[in-house]
Nanobody, 123 residues
Framework: EVQLQASGGGLVQDGGFLKLSCAAS????????IGWFRQAPGKERERVSC????????YYGDFVKGRFTISSDNAKNTVSLQMNSLKPEDTAVYYC????????????????WGQGTQVTVSS
């Protein structure tokens, strides 16, 4: 059974930081691109960040602008997203996803999704 267990969301103030983690199981970790997309109320889903554990290549949404860092621990089948300098507009539900598609802006659409974790940034 495929599982993507996300953790680490919460409430922080403008300028604060959070670290999201995603524990993956039930599939061959290195065969997938893994990362995060988010959805805020009334808005479209958007890719946040994606990593290819096989070669370490990483991708970020334009809005990230150096604030977030994605990493993978291939021995533990986990992917982490360190989010710094958070802004109120980063408030959304963040979903961990895994797909065999390349890390394009819609990479997550054909793949597995975790349950989502709420990130709220207060002003």
């Amino acid at each position: 059974e495929v599982q993507l267990q996300a953790s680490g969301g919460g409430l922080v103030q403008d300028g604060g930081f959070l670290k999201l983690s995603c524990a993956a199981s039930g599939f061959t970790f290195n065969d997938y691109r893994i990362g995060w997309f988010r959805q805020a109320p009334g808005k479209e889903r958007e890719r946040v960040s994606c990593i290819s554990p096989n070669d370490g290549s990483t991708y970020y949404g334009d809005f990230v602008k150096g604030r977030f860092t994605i990493s993978s621990d291939n021995a533990k089948n986990t992917v982490s997203l360190q989010m710094n300098s958070l802004k109120p507009e980063d408030t959304a539900v963040y979903y961990c996803a895994a797909s065999k598609d390349p890390c394009g802006t819609t990479w997550y659409r054909r793949g597995y999704w975790g349950q989502g974790t709420q990130v709220t940034v207060s002003s």
